[in-house]
């Protein structure tokens, strides 16, 4: 579990730097694709998402 922090920890490092680097080039896919890494490093391993299903009833 501590090797899943820190492999999460690394890629939203990753991510900002990345995302710091399409700032200063003025790169907005370069921006964009930081920002996602971030969000894909804080958010859970549960695989892919999947749509939410209408309640029944």
């Given at each position: ?8 920890s690394a ?36 695989g ?10």
């Open positions: 579990m501590a090797e899943d922090r820190n492999s999460s890629e939203h490092r990753k991510g900002s730097v990345k995302e710091a680097l399409g700032k200063l080039t003025g790169d907005a896919r370069v921006e964009a694709e930081g920002r996602r890494q971030k969000r894909d490093a804080k958010a859970p391993n549960l892919p998402s999947q749509p939410a299903r209408p309640k029944r009833g």
